[in-house]
């Protein structure tokens, strides 16, 4: 960027500012919050990570420093939302992958599920993709979700979208293509879990290990090694 474009010590300053406010805006909806997935929390941090970020570029232009903050999917996770101001109906879009992480455990529990039923001369039961109809068929996918180990299922990734729209669909409207249709600029709100949004491991190395071990080695001797408190600070 030329020095003509650059950015002034006011702006920088305005933009730090702006994180401040959105900080406390972010904190506020938290403490309010009415439920595990609240919008209000969802959009205070869209707007806390849009002002943070606003705030590393006119920082970086101006003084070539950067902050230490890093959040994940912030700014380009969806468009500006162009739908309906008073939306009339929704549609909630869930995606949740899974691995197959133990196919004998996932067997047997459909084995199960047709003993139960009384079919115990079926053979849906004796597949993957047969044992996971008759799972899906069985338990609602929040339940699938809760109990995914207990079913020799591993968590992946997923996501949950909110989407307004005018008028609700007409029934069997879009069963054909349930997903084709998606406008991401009329998704109210978005959940995303994943493995990458996963705190980064201690990048201390072995001489923070070291520390490590010899604060917590009970053979030192306490009254050595610790100076005594100065009674009058």
């Known amino acids: 960027m ?4 650059q950015s002034t010590a006011a702006e920088v300053r305005a933009a730090a500012e702006a ?3 959105a900080l406390d805006r972010h904190l506020a909806a938290v403490e309010r919050r009415s439920g595990e997935d609240d919008p209000a929390v969802y959009e205070a941090f869209n707007q806390l990570a849009a002002a943070a970020e606003a705030y590393d570029e006119l920082l970086y232009d101006r003084y070539d420093e950067v902050t230490p ?9 969806l468009p500006p939302y162009t739908g309906p101001e008073e939306p009339n109906a929704l549609s909630v879009l869930i995606r ?13 529990h459909a084995h199960r599920i047709e003993a139960a039923d009384g079919e115990e001369d079926a053979v849906s039961s004796g597949t993957v993709h047969g044992a996971l109809g008759l799972l899906f068929g069985e338990f609602e996918p929040d339940e699938i979700a809760s109990r995914h180990k207990e079913f020799g299922l591993e968590e992946g990734d997923s996501t949950l979208w909110v989407t307004a729209s005018d008028e609700p669909a007409e029934p069997g409207e879009w069963l054909e293509a349930p997903f084709e249709q998606v ?11 994943s493995a990458v949004f996963d705190d980064e491991p201690d990048a ?5 290990d070291d520390d490590l071990e010899d604060e917590l080695d ?3 001797d306490e009254d050595e090694d610790l100076e005594p408190l100065d009674a009058d600070r």
């Open 2 to 5: 030329s020095d003509a474009a």
């Open 19 to 21: 994180v401040k406010t």
């Open 69 to 77: 903050f890093e959040i994940p999917g912030a700014e380009d996770a």
């Open 96 to 108: 949740r992958d899974y691995a197959v992480a133990e196919p004998q455990r996932l067997l047997a």
């Open 183 to 193: 406008e991401p600029q009329r998704v109210v709100c978005r959940f995303d879990v």
């Open 204 to 208: 201390l190395g072995d001489d923070a």
């Open 218 to 220: 009970p053979s030192l």
